[in-house]
T-cell receptor, first 113, second 112 residues
Framework: ELKVEQNPLFLSMQEGKNYTIYCNYS?????LYWYRQDPGKSLESLFV?????AVKQEGRLMASLDTKARLSTLHITAAVHDLSATYFC?????????????FGTGTLLAVQP | EAQVTQNPRYLITVTGKKLTVTCSQN?????MSWYRQDPGLGLRQIYY???????DKGDVPEGYKVSRKEKRNFPLILESPSPNQTSLYFC???????????FGPGTRLTVT
C-alpha cells in the first residue's frame, strides 16, 4: 500500500529565511505533485515531477525528486509572508490506469514578518 | 477558461436526506475523481472514473455513489448522508496524456 509522509507538519519561519519540506513515499511511483492550499480555497498545482533527478523552480519555491530514495523536497528560499499556506505533496499511484493520487497530510507554513 | 466547477459550494443538510454534488469540467479530460479532505488526514479519494460509464472505488467509497454518463460530468451522490460525511469535497479531472490534475473549488458539506 502506497503511503506518503510529509514533514514537518507545521513550520513557522521568519521572512528571509530558507527551509525545506520533505515528502517520503513508500512504494515506486512515476510522478510526484506539489500543491498549495490557502485557507478555504482549492488546491493550486505548483509542480509535477515525472522523473528521477527532476528539479523545477518557480519564484522562491524549488522542488526536486529522488525516485531511488523515494523522496521529494520543496525548498523555500528567502520566505515572504505571501507564501503562508498549506503545502501538500501527492504521489501518483501506478495501480492500473487510475491516475489516483495519494496525498500527504500537508505542511502548514506560517511566515512571520 | 479551463476549469472544474462544483455545485453547491456550501451545503448544510440533515441525516438521511439524499443529496447530489455536481462536478463538471470543460477540458475534455478522461479522468475524473472525487476526494474528501479532513483535518489531519489530507485528501482521500472516494471514487474515480477513467471515462464514460467506467467508474471504480477509491479508498473511502462507503456511503457514496457516482455516475459518469457524460464525459464532462461526474456527480457525487449521498443516498443517506450521515454526520461522519461532514467534510470538504473536491472534484478533480486530468488528461491521460499529461497527468496534470485540476481541482474544483470545493464543496463544504455539513450533515447534522
Amino acid at each position: 500500500e502506497l503511503k506518503v509522509e510529509q514533514n514537518p507538519l507545521f513550520l513557522s519561519m521568519q521572512e528571509g529565511k530558507n527551509y525545506t519540506i520533505y515528502c517520503n513515499y513508500s512504494t515506486t511511483s512515476d510522478r510526484l505533485y506539489w500543491y498549495r492550499q490557502d485557507p478555504g480555497k482549492s488546491l493550486e498545482s505548483l509542480f509535477v515531477l515525472l522523473s528521477n533527478g527532476a528539479v523545477k523552480q518557480e519564484g522562491r519555491l524549488m522542488a526536486s525528486l529522488d525516485t531511488k530514495a523515494r523522496l521529494s523536497t520543496l525548498h523555500i528560499t528567502a520566505a515572504v509572508h505571501d507564501l503562508s499556506a498549506t503545502y501538500f505533496c501527492a504521489v501518483g499511484s501506478m495501480h492500473g490506469a487510475t491516475n489516483k493520487l495519494i496525498f500527504g497530510t500537508g505542511t502548514l507554513l506560517a511566515v512571520q514578518p | 477558461e479551463a476549469q472544474v466547477t462544483q455545485n453547491p459550494r456550501y451545503l448544510i443538510t440533515v441525516t438521511g436526506k439524499k443529496l447530489t454534488v455536481t462536478c463538471s469540467q470543460n477540458m475534455n479530460h478522461e479522468y475524473m475523481s472525487w476526494y474528501r479532505q479532513d483535518p489531519g488526514l489530507g485528501l482521500r479519494q472516494i471514487y474515480y472514473s477513467m471515462n464514460v460509464e467506467v467508474t471504480d472505488k477509491g479508498d473511502v467509497p462507503e456511503g457514496y455513489k457516482v455516475s459518469r454518463k457524460e464525459k464532462r460530468n461526474f456527480p457525487l451522490i449521498l443516498e443517506s448522508p450521515s454526520p461522519n460525511q461532514t467534510s470538504l469535497y473536491f472534484c478533480a479531472s486530468s488528461s491521460q496524456d499529461t497527468y496534470e490534475q485540476y481541482f474544483g473549488p470545493g464543496t463544504r458539506l455539513t450533515v447534522t
